[in-house]
């Protein structure tokens, strides 16, 4: 496992704001627009500082997309913002053809992301954002993990030239990235490197699955932990080469599993690789839910400890690095040897239904 250090707990938003008040000092052409959410995207320092770049567009988000296409087209570089459920689900249109499709250099900054929301309940979380940013042309998509990485984001999408989704969330959650660590768009970063089975993690869901690998490798269960912190450009590489090694993959998201950060990780397998099939195990198909993060059940309604998002991963990883070699042997894994079927070696993992 890579070293890290906890320096504190902060909220993700809260890195997107401390970002922004710096590109604010440092750059002329950035401006802000908010949809009458200006505190809770932190961004009342960048407000006060240059309120000639700040611009309060109200509860009329679909206008807001519209305008910061304009103010792109004239050499800005717009940061638009509001919760992840309006950012998307609303302004689908305005962002397809005004952004999209038209290449514009708008930035959607989307807070309040996710089942992590738990408090503001269903209406407010959005489970499908990443999915629907992912298929449009041109648009970059970052899901950064903590407070550190998600200001480092925040300034790689200033300086990126194009279309860029970035998601953080309310919550406050370990900050364990160095806060001196480049973020490079569409490089993954490796945690933990293993044999047994792939972790693939991308949010907040990043340090659950820190805990998950560290539980299950002192249970002799090696995991190759990748941050995949952008899903579009996808680090196909990275993943690939994990999964050669490992033979199965578990994806940790806060995502419905039909259009999730996983359906794109398996469209990058390439037929040779996984023998026309595909070697991955999802969790979740409902809504939102106004608790924490839901239990292994996949139903909705129940609040459960936040911990219980990294027991959800270590039983799942368990169950597949258990079964691998009998669920996927056509997976190439090191020499032919390794490929054989032979006794489950951590068969205190039932293979469940999830």
């Not at 627009?33 to 006060?48: H, I, R, V, W």
């Not at 919550?171 to 945690?191: H, K, L, M």
């Not at 070697?279 to 996949?298: K, L, V």
Request: proline letters at 6%; a neutral charge; glycine letters at 12%.
């Amino acid at each position: 496992m890579r070293p890290y250090t906890i320096t504190g707990k902060k909220d993700t938003r809260s890195g997107f704001g401390d970002a922004m008040t710096l590109l604010g000092e440092s750059d002329p052409r950035v401006v802000a627009m908010c949809a009458d959410l200006t505190g809770s995207l932190k961004l009342n320092t960048f407000a006060k500082a240059h309120p000639d770049r700040f611009f309060q567009a109200g509860i009329a988000e679909a206008n807001m997309i519209s305008v910061g296409a304009g103010l792109a087209l004239g050499g800005r570089i717009p940061f638009v913002t509001t919760f992840a459920a309006f950012a998307t689900g609303r302004v689908y249109d305005q962002i397809r053809q005004s952004v999209a499709y038209s290449d514009t250099n708008v930035k959607i900054a989307a807070s309040h992301a996710g089942i992590t929301l738990g408090e503001d309940g269903a209406t407010h979380q959005i489970m499908e954002d990443l999915g629907l940013m992912k298929m449009l042309p041109n648009m970059v998509v970052i899901n950064p993990c903590d407070y550190n990485q998600t200001k480092a984001a925040t300034l790689a999408a200033a300086a990126h030239r194009g279309p860029v989704y970035l998601r953080f969330g309310r919550p406050s959650e370990p900050v364990y990235t160095p806060e001196d660590e480049p973020f490079e768009i569409g490089r993954a970063i490796r945690w933990s490197e293993g044999n047994d089975v792939t972790i693939l993690a991308t949010g907040h869901l990043m340090w659950r699955a820190i805990q998950a690998t560290e539980q299950l490798e002192r249970e002799g269960i090696g995991v190759d932990l990748l941050n995949i912190h952008t899903i579009k450009p996808l680090d196909d590489e990275a993943i690939l080469a994990s999964v050669r090694k490992t033979g199965c993959v578990v994806t940790c998201e806060e995502h419905m599993r039909q259009c999730s950060t996983a359906a794109g990780l398996e469209s990058s397998c390439p037929t040779g690789i996984c023998g026309g099939k595909r070697p991955f195990r999802r969790e979740r198909d409902s809504g939102g839910t106004a608790g924490q993060i839901p239990p292994r059940h996949p139903g909705c309604g129940g609040g459960s400890a936040p911990g219980d998002g990294a027991e959800t991963v270590v039983a799942v990883a368990g169950d597949i690095a258990g079964f691998r070699v009998l669920l996927f042997p056509f997976i190439p894994r090191g020499n032919a040897t390794e490929n054989r079927p032979r006794e489950n070696p951590h068969s205190k993992y039932p293979c469940s239904s999830h």
